[in-house]
């Protein structure tokens, strides 16, 4: 019940999904959580969940892509707890087309604004916060699409990219006790997913049909990755920065 206990975590994209289930998984563990997201009404219901449950957690509307708000929004969170030590880079969108002779200019710039520009952001106003306090672990959500490649350019590429920023963090970083890592999904269950496979077959034979791609049998779910991100938040991972977390049931191997 105590892995991060104390510890002041800021997750984006805690709304749902990968989020929401980190955003629970830390505040079980003994974090005070700041919730982001611009989903003001889940948002502000995962504060309320996790109180319940007698954690500890507020909630702040804050859009990744535009930098005023997530330098005023890391400010208050800094404010109010007096320190900052966890920063979880999970916000996201599945934007942009499949081949790049078919992407739009606006797909690829809104992709790589919230992809990568604002986890740059978030990390870039995190820092000094962290270094008052003695160090921190950052956790950048990127995908196993991030190392693969493949069809659907502007996510894959912003995502690769984010995994590479990691590691350029890591280095530059680990004279301050501030640890990245990045964390690299399969294919999971998220509203997100159920959302997309909605357009175009039911989300039971989408899960059916993913599912036997994947070495597990199963399509990983929310918990699946929060688990991962708890022990990248925690002091167990004290001598772990740089690398990457792949966590997709087998996925990439075959």
Not at 32 to 45: C, F, L, P, S
Not at 138 to 151: A, D, F, Q, Y
Not at 235 to 253: A, F, L, P, Q
Request: charged share 25%; with cysteine; aromatic share 8%.
């Amino acid at each position: 019940m105590d892995r991060v206990k104390d510890k002041v975590v800021i997750i984006t994209g805690a709304a749902s999904g990968i989020g929401e289930a980190a955003a629970e998984l830390m505040a079980k563990e003994g974090a005070k959580v700041a919730v982001t997201d611009i989903d003001d009404e889940n948002g502000q219901r995962v504060v309320k969940e996790i109180l319940a449950a007698g954690g500890k957690a507020d909630y702040w509307h804050m859009n990744v892509g535009k930098e005023d708000e997530v330098k005023k929004t890391i400010t208050e969170v800094y404010t109010k707890y007096k320190k900052l030590n966890v920063l979880v880079n999970n916000a996201g969108v599945a934007a942009g087309g499949m081949f790049t002779h078919t992407i739009t200019t606006e797909q690829w710039d809104e992709a790589m604004t919230i992809d990568l520009k604002g986890p740059f952001w978030c990390t870039k106003y995190s820092i000094p916060y962290m270094m008052k306090s003695g160090g921190g672990s950052v956790v950048n959500i990127s995908s196993i699409m991030g190392i693969l490649g493949g069809p659907a350019t502007v996510y894959n590429t912003a995502k690769g990219a984010l995994r590479h920023m990691t590691k350029c963090d890591a280095v530059s970083y680990a004279k301050d006790n501030i640890r990245f890592n990045s964390v690299h999904p399969g294919y999971i269950n998220t509203p997100q997913f159920r959302k997309l496979a909605s357009k175009t077959d039911s989300v039971e034979e989408s899960v059916a049909r993913e599912s036997k791609t994947i070495p597990l049998g199963r399509m990983g779910t929310p918990e699946d990755i929060a688990y991962g991100i708890l022990f990248l938040a925690s002091d167990e991972s004290s001598y772990m920065t740089g690398t990457e977390m792949i966590i997709d049931g087998g996925k990439v191997i075959v």
